[in-house]
């Protein structure tokens, strides 16, 4: 949690960090643009510029509203932050919420192998970490639906088994999340989207306690 190097890297004292050789780069938009111009064949990105900002549209919800949602629910169910009739809301609002938008995944994936389309790529990264974090929640795609045949096929990938695989070991080794927080040793981000989701969903007391408490940082505010 004090890792020096790791939180000069990223300022936002989080995965992901990509570093290749002297170059260390962080946020996941920023690092997929890093793999396809360093390593365009076989390309992440369709060809058509139409499809390739479909492909980018897509990673923008995710990385946002998405990622945003099973972030909260960390928040109450793993760091503890909510109980009683504030934590039933929060989480009847996430499972509100990720429906809707696996309904609308399912919709783009109409006529579509992939999330890129014909072969697997950028939008299929950008959806996957997602999609198995909703599933270990209990808010999983429908079964036979086209999004849970899209993850079976996704999971069954070699590349994307090893990182779910390596999540698995993380997870065994994880210590108590809510004793971490009391302890003074981490204090979890709170920004752009996560911040809107918490406020908009009626965790405004969780801030204002997380405030008052020093739990919560914003950007650039030390760890």
């Given at each position: 949690?004090?890792?020096?190097?790791?939180?000069?890297d990223n300022p936002r004292h989080e995965v992901p960090?990509?570093?290749?050789?002297?170059?260390?780069?962080?946020?996941?938009?920023?690092?997929?643009?890093?793999?396809?111009?360093?390593?365009?064949?076989?390309?992440?990105?369709?060809?058509?510029?139409?499809?390739?900002?479909?492909?980018?549209?897509l990673e923008d919800v995710m990385g946002t509203q998405?990622?945003?949602?099973?972030?909260?629910?960390l928040e109450i169910e793993g760091f503890k932050r909510?109980?009683?009739?504030?934590?039933?809301?929060?989480?009847?609002?996430?499972?509100?919420?990720?429906?809707?938008?696996?309904?609308?995944?399912?919709?783009?994936?109409?006529?579509?192998?992939?999330?890129?389309?014909?072969?697997?790529?950028?939008?299929?990264?950008?959806?996957?970490?997602?999609?198995?974090?909703?599933?270990?929640?209990?808010?999983?795609?429908?079964?036979?639906?086209?999004?849970?045949?899209?993850?079976?096929?996704?999971?069954?990938?070699?590349?994307?088994?090893?990182?779910?695989?390596?999540?698995?070991?993380?997870?065994?080794?994880?210590?108590?999340?809510?004793?971490?927080?009391?302890?003074?040793?981490?204090?979890?981000?709170?920004?752009?989207?996560?911040?809107?989701?918490?406020?908009?969903?009626?965790?405004?007391?969780?801030?204002?306690?997380?405030?008052?408490?020093?739990?919560?940082?914003?950007?650039?505010?030390?760890?």
């Open positions: 949690m004090r890792d020096d190097a790791f939180k000069r960090v990509l570093v290749d050789g002297d170059l260390h780069i962080f946020d996941s938009t920023v690092i997929l643009e890093y793999l396809e111009d360093k390593w365009p064949s076989p390309p992440l990105l369709p060809k058509e510029p139409a499809e390739r900002a479909r492909v980018r549209k998405y990622e945003a949602i099973n972030w909260g629910l909510a109980s009683g009739a504030l934590r039933d809301q929060l989480l009847a609002r996430a499972t509100e919420q990720t429906a809707r938008l696996q309904a609308s995944l399912e919709r783009a994936l109409e006529g579509r192998l992939w999330f890129k389309g014909p072969s697997f790529g950028w939008g299929d990264l950008a959806v996957v970490p997602h999609l198995n974090t909703s599933t270990t929640r209990g808010n999983a795609p429908k079964p036979g639906s086209r999004l849970a045949n899209w993850l079976q096929r996704a999971n069954e990938r070699p590349s994307v088994a090893a990182c779910v695989a390596a999540a698995r070991e993380v997870v065994k080794v994880m210590p108590d999340l809510s004793k971490l927080l009391a302890s003074g040793l981490l204090k979890r981000q709170y920004r752009d989207h996560r911040l809107e989701w918490m406020m908009k969903s009626g965790g405004l007391p969780i801030v204002l306690d997380g405030i008052d408490k020093g739990t919560i940082r914003f950007s650039n505010e030390p760890a």
